[in-house]
């Protein structure tokens, strides 16, 4: 979320006046791709969590867990992050529109 708040910054930043029409239009785009993030990305990554555990998959291969944990470390990493990008995508969304 910081590489977020530091993208965000940068651009305001750096973009250039513009138009009250184009700053319209700009928003629009920019809502528009939260709210496609927000239905299709994340329904996208729901489908894949259910269909083959991809979520858990992911930090069962790439991260260090205990043997003995039965898995349970890596779900609750994974529920964990979800939460997280599931909240950053519902307030984006919904700050946007």
């Known amino acids: 979320m910081l590489l977020l708040v530091i993208a965000y910054s940068l651009i305001i930043s750096l973009l250039p006046i513009l138009r009250p029409q184009t700053v319209i239009a700009l928003h629009f785009a920019?809502?528009?791709a939260w709210c496609i993030f927000?239905?299709?990305?994340?329904?996208?990554?729901?489908?894949?969590?259910s269909a083959s555990k991809f979520i858990v998959g992911h930090f069962l291969k790439n991260y260090h867990y205990p043997h003995n944990d039965g898995g349970m470390g890596a779900i609750?990493?994974?529920?964990t992050n979800w939460k997280t990008l599931y909240n950053l995508?519902?307030?984006m969304t919904y700050s946007m529109s």
């Open 30 to 32: 920019h809502a528009f």
């Open 38 to 49: 927000h239905y299709f990305g994340l329904g996208l990554l729901l489908r894949a969590q």
């Open 76 to 79: 609750q990493e994974a529920f």
């Open 89 to 91: 995508s519902l307030c």
